[in-house]
């Protein structure tokens, strides 16, 4: 197929995210759905995005602040001990301590944080610290690899370890972490399997480590390719190839449902990897993948769009995720959940322009990662959302587990989600109080958002240009918002129809004002089809959860869909009789016990 033959190839070469002589465009015949657009959306650079006051913020703060607080020798105590060296420090112990059950695992992903949050505000002190342990990390490695030796998840960790490298050149400026990913992938090689390997399936004949297997080989394409694009070492062409997981990747592209009994986070974390080798190889079997993949994994998502009760992906069919709710307190990974959520979402949403997979970071954001408990100096981490009748938030009970790393990096890419750009303009995918800059050709380019959404269906968006200057604002109406609305500088309101990206062309002059007004009705939605009537209540994207007190009397559908927001209050009340229902979004749950689930009579 030449390239002329085929505008997606043509847009991905242009685009620079297919390089010339890659494999030739294949699309899988009867595949149905969202198409790959010529061109995907690009993502904004992190400094681009600043965040006002708001949840968003809070949290990106708070996260910050944690990484900048952690010790540095603790963090460099698995890999010096590891490898023979002098270990002043303390080991942090729980899952991270060097004999621990996952030592050193979630060094990568603190270099990750602290190379995005350096690259969102230039603060040197971030900076420096990313630097230090880039370096202190490099006098570890050796050409034996002794830290792999006895390692539980050697590919898990080296795979955290490039990403993080990876992003300390790019986003901290660290030239010398392109030759420490090379020794690092040196000393990694011998310890890799020969293949994907299944997560339950031990890579070395006879090998034991407390009868599991768990290493996760299958997520490595995608900082491979990252990897490959900063240094050009050919290993990691070969890596990215020799562990796409194509039992998988390729079963779902053909429409075959390979998700059940599978671990729901790092399968889910994997189709990142088919995404992303969609566009370096240019093989539309592998967005197929991630396409059909998200939806099978939409159709058996909880209303907070979370999914994996005890990690793992239910039967299609099956009655699972409403069985779950009886006893099972795992019901979501969150901030590990949350974070390859976003990513597939934000890959599919640039490859696509379809506002679903906006309506699904969306519904993930505020219901599930932005509520979690922050992650405390001693390790302990908010891991599982609950979704059982008599829920509460809590602490995983091992201290520095994987989500201890990853809810810091989900924070830090909270202004990525908010726009996307093309040629022709901009997309707003979230409506987060925040200051957004672009460029488009030599013209520098601003959108401020302000809102109190989603507790306000009001949302007003300032154009900032330095002069008058033509492009096209596209808005995402999310599926839900029948009745949406917009008006510009004040003029009479257009209808804005929902599940679409509603295009806004005109010359744009500074201080232009758009206001959009988003309905939110409130809803109720079933966990799954086989208990129709143990519903949740959705209000705009939040799911509205019963705050309980003690013994809680059933209530009826109409007492539910009755919910009205308590002034400027973040709470809703119901009337089930006997007195006010009380329901409150997942981020304004404290340590009050609450239920997402209601049981409701037979309509």
């Known amino acids: 197929m030449s390239d002329n033959a085929d505008p997606l190839r043509r847009g991905l070469l242009k685009a620079g995210v297919l390089a010339a002589g890659s494999l030739a465009l294949q699309r899988v015949s009867g595949a149905v759905g969202a198409t790959a657009h010529d061109t995907p959306l690009a993502e904004l650079a992190y400094a681009d995005v600043q965040l006002a006051p708001g949840p968003l913020q809070r949290q990106a703060r708070e996260n910050h602040r944690f990484v900048l607080g952690l010790d540095e ?6 890999f ?4 023979g060296l002098a270990a002043p420090g303390s080991d942090l112990g729980g899952w991270y301590g ?16 602290l190379a995005r949050y350096s690259a969102i505000d230039g603060d040197a002190a971030t900076r420096a610290k990313l630097q230090r342990l880039v370096n202190g990390y490099g006098a570890t490695v050796d050409a034996e690899g002794r830290f792999y030796r006895e390692n539980r998840f050697p590919a898990y960790t080296y795979d955290k370890l490039v990403g993080g490298l990876v992003e300390a050149a790019r986003f901290g400026n660290d030239t010398s972490a392109v030759a420490l990913l090379s020794r690092t992938t040196s ?28 290493d996760e080989s299958y997520t490595l394409p995608e900082n491979q390719f990252a990897a490959l694009r900063l240094s050009g070492d050919a290993r990691h062409r070969m890596l990215a190839r020799r562990f796409l997981y194509d039992d998988f990747f390729l079963a779902l592209a053909r429409g075959e449902n390979a998700l059940p009994g599978k671990h729901a986070y790092s399968h889910v974390n994997a189709l990142s990897s088919a995404a992303r080798a969609s566009l370096e190889l ?78 699904s970071m969306e519904r993930v954001l505020y219901n599930t990662v932005l509520g979690a408990l922050p992650v405390q100096p001693d390790g302990r981490a908010f891991y599982y959302s609950d979704y059982t009748r008599d829920a509460r938030k809590g602490f995983h009970p091992d201290h520095w587990p994987c989500c201890s790393g990853t809810l810091p990096m989900v924070a830090a890419d909270h202004g990525l989600n908010l726009c996307f750009t093309d040629a022709q303009g901009i997309y707003v995918n979230l409506y987060v109080p925040g200051q957004v800059r672009w460029r488009r050709g030599g013209a520098s380019c601003g959108v401020a958002i302000e809102t109190d959404y989603p507790y306000s269906s009001a949302i007003t968006l300032t154009l900032q240009v330095a002069s008058p200057h033509a492009f096209t604002v596209n808005l995402r109406i999310p599926a839900w918002a029948e009745g949406a609305s917009i008006r510009i500088n004040g003029k009479s309101r257009q209808p804005a129809r929902s599940g679409s990206f509603v295009a806004l062309r005109r010359e744009w002059r500074s201080g232009d004002r758009i206001e959009l007004e988003l309905p939110m009705p409130t809803r109720l939605q079933a966990v799954d089809g086989q208990h129709p009537d143990t519903v949740a209540l959705l209000a705009g994207p939040l799911a509205l959860m019963r705050v309980r007190g003690g013994a809680s009397a059933p209530l009826s559908r109409a007492s539910l869909l009755s919910a009205k927001r308590v002034g400027d209050a973040h709470e809703w009340r119901a009337d089930d009789g006997s007195g006010d229902v009380v329901l409150r979004p997942f981020v304004d749950i404290g340590d009050e016990a609450y239920s997402l689930y209601q049981d409701v009579a037979a309509a």
């Open 80 to 83: 010096r001990k590891r490898a």
């Open 98 to 113: 060097a004999d621990a059950f996952a030592p050193g695992a979630t060094f990568g992903q603190w270099m990750c944080a």
């Open 282 to 359: 240019g093989d539309l079997r592998y967005f197929d993948a991630a396409r059909q993949g998200f939806a099978m994994i939409d159709a058996q998502s909880f209303a907070t769009g979370g999914w994996g009760p005890d990690e793992h992906f239910v039967v299609p069919g099956s009655g699972g995720l409403g069985a779950s709710l009886a006893a099972e307190h795992k019901s979501f990974e969150t901030p590990c959940g949350a974070y390859a959520h976003f990513k597939l979402t934000r890959y599919l949403l640039r490859m696509t322009r379809d506002p679903r997979y906006g309506d």
């Open 187 to 214: 000393a990694a090689l011998p310890y890799l399997p020969p293949r994907a390997m299944p997560r339950n399936e031990h890579a070395k004949p006879g090998e034991d480590f407390s009868e599991h297997a768990w």
């Open 73 to 78: 020798d603790s963090l460099l105590y698995p």
